[in-house]
């Protein structure tokens, strides 16, 4: 039995680019070939990997904006060093809202002063700060779109008029936004588009080059530019996957359409959440995220009870960070309206058997 998987990541992938990329191992384009084992250097590879980034670029809107799309190694943590050595002349500024904003705050002070214009650290990160100014002096202004630990989500972004950075790993491709507002945005794959590995980076070419510091190589988004992504060897595998799911949400009818169904997943769990007297959510609702729902249990006592419940059900992967606690329903993309719907079920079914 297909269990219903909420993991936080790596996520679940759709059905029909599970079955393709699988097809694509064993032989790629009827060549006789794996993927995994033809040259990156080919035309079929190098067609997967132009398509990859042009269907990147459709999809949120910035063709002809100029703005380029890269897949590089070293997951989002790389890029959280890579944005800082290509921007950072002398300060930037940081939006803490979790772990993993802290944690690119810490890689951009090895390359100058970095400003933490605000935080909610002080709640456990339970809530997005408003009403912050950022200086017109910085070199950038670097924000989380979604985090994952805490359950919270940017619902609306700072008007600046320096270049905005985002790391959209946890909620790409899941919401309509004006994407022509960030000058930088960087994700990686494994929450939206496809296996660990590979990590989108979507930049305006305009805004590189101006750093006076020498930048190595693989960490020089303008040579990964001129070289196609290909500078080394790419992850082939999760840049065709990327590229597969990415088909999928265009036929599906794009971000639009994804987003209306994960608008109601998640309305549906936190209804349940907030209706239901044994359960409470951990993020502010009004910072409440689409993508990963935290909450607890009011009572441990029963946490055996339902644990056994939702592995009867075949409902994978629910439980929270260890710095948050209780759990976590993660609705990526790809995560059906009817796995939510079991996982409701088994929270009204705890309800009636408490």
């Not at 002398?90 to 390359?111: H, I, P, R, V």
């Not at 549906?268 to 990963?292: C, H, Q, V, W």
């Not at 592995?311 to 995560?335: F, P, T």
């Amino acid at each position: 039995m297909k269990k219903h998987n909420f993991s936080a990541g790596p996520c679940i992938l759709p059905p029909e680019v599970l079955l393709k990329a699988s097809q694509a191992v064993v032989d790629f384009d009827n060549s006789g070939l794996s993927l995994i084992e033809i040259s990156h250097r080919s035309k079929p590879f190098v067609d997967v990997m132009e398509k990859a980034r042009a269907l990147a670029l459709e999809l949120l809107g910035l063709e002809g904006k100029g703005y380029k799309a890269l897949f590089l190694q070293g997951g989002a943590s790389t890029q959280f060093l890579a944005v800082a050595y290509n921007l950072l002349e002398n300060k930037a500024g940081y939006l803490n809202t979790g772990t993993w904003s802290n944690k690119a705050l810490q890689e951009a002070k090895l390359f100058g002063d970095v400003q933490e214009v605000a935080s909610s650290k002080d709640a456990n990160f339970n809530y997005i700060p408003k009403g912050f100014e950022i200086s017109s002096d910085l070199d950038y202004f670097h924000c989380t779109s979604n985090n994952t630990i805490f359950g919270t989500q940017l619902k609306s972004f700072p008007k600046c008029d320096i270049p905005m950075v985002c790391d959209m790993s946890s909620d790409i491709f899941s919401r309509e936004l004006d994407f022509y507002r960030f000058d930088l945005i960087y994700a990686g794959a494994q929450k939206n588009m496809g296996p660990a590995g590979t990590t989108l980076v979507v930049v305006k070419e305009d805004i590189l080059g101006k750093v006076s510091r020498q930048i190595p190589s693989m960490m020089d988004y303008k040579k990964h530019i001129g070289s196609g992504s290909m500078f080394n060897t790419p992850p082939v595998f999760p840049v065709y996957v990327s590229m597969l799911t990415l088909e999928w949400l265009k036929n599906l009818g794009g971000i639009k359409a994804i987003e209306e169904i994960n608008n109601k997943k998640a309305s549906l769990i936190y209804s349940e959440i907030d209706l239901n007297p044994l359960f409470k959510g951990f993020a502010s609702k009004a910072d409440r995220s689409t993508m990963n729902a935290t909450f607890t249990l009011e009572n441990d006592n029963l946490k055996e009870t339902f644990e056994t419940m939702l592995k009867e059900a075949g409902i994978n992967g629910l439980n929270g960070h260890r710095s948050v606690g209780g759990y976590r329903a993660s609705m990526y993309n790809a995560l059906s309206l009817d796995s939510v719907k079991v996982l409701v079920e088994v929270m009204s079914e705890l309800e009636s058997k408490a």
